[in-house]
């Protein structure tokens, strides 16, 4: 059986057997009541993944040896989702999907009309929402796992230098997102290493945060005539770039 997928902090290609610990070993002995001798995945988020055998099932530990690892996975793309902050349910729900999707980095920003950012929440949140993460790489058997930053005011977004491409959704126009994508005005025509998506929240962004936005040396995108909810319009951005410059 090689359908289930199990995180570890570190695949060493020297390393013949790994034992599994806490979340991941329970999820493996209660929820996919993985047996013995039992074939799994193993990966560790930074693009190493490997086929294992289960050797022993224990009360608090699982024992397994490698039997082979894949070449290390790599995107050509980065994609940083910058997305505003929305409700919580919505959020984790973009969040699910941008892991899907192969985003390397989301970064939760804080604007003008987006839900407030909770200090004291934060540490409690950040946990969350980078255990969702884990549960999304695991089911489409991904070897990279989506960094989740803690969420930052957009102007210290904006200050940041920020390499490669950087893009906005906007809803007063802008060149079409699928034309950008076909023609990335790369050297030789090639995607960018790394391309942030800046999407706004419910409301849409103030006409002084579009101005500020464009200074920073966004470009302004569009995804067609209709307005999106921003959790649409984030993941569709997303899988549009995933799907032209990562697949």
């Known amino acids: 059986m090689t359908a289930n997928q199990f995180f570890v902090a570190v695949i060493d290609p020297d390393v013949e057997r790994i034992v599994l610990r806490g979340d991941e ?3 493996l002995a209660k929820a996919a009541r993985v047996r013995a001798g039992d074939e799994i995945w193993l990966f560790d988020g930074a693009g190493r993944r490997s086929r294992a055998q289960v050797e022993k099932v224990g009360d608090d530990r699982t024992e397994v040896s ?6 290390p996975e790599n995107s050509r793309t980065r994609i940083v989702l910058a997305l505003c902050l929305i409700d919580g349910k919505k959020l984790e729900a973009v969040l699910e999907q941008a892991a899907e999707l192969g985003c390397s980095d989301f970064l939760p920003v804080v604007s003008a009309r987006s839900f407030p950012a909770s200090a004291e929440r934060t540490g409690r949140k950040l946990e969350r929402w980078r255990r969702i993460v884990r549960e999304a790489a695991k089911q489409c058997k991904s ?11 957009l102007r210290e977004l904006l200050r940041e230098p920020g390499p490669g491409r950087r893009l906005f959704l906007s809803e007063h126009g802008g060149r079409p997102l699928k034309d950008v994508l076909a023609f990335p005005a790369e050297a030789e025509g090639r995607a960018p290493e790394r391309i942030t998506l800046l999407v706004g929240p419910k409301g849409g962004w103030t006409a002084a945060e579009v101005k500020e936005i464009r200074q920073a040396g966004f470009e302004a995108v569009s995804l067609g005539c209709r307005i999106l909810r921003a959790e649409t319009a984030a993941v569709s951005g997303a899988a549009m770039i995933a799907h032209f410059w990562n697949e």
């Open 66 to 71: 490698i039997l082979a690892a894949e070449a």
């Open 143 to 153: 070897a990279l796992l989506t960094e989740v930053h803690a969420p930052r005011p």
């Open 25 to 27: 070993h329970r999820h």
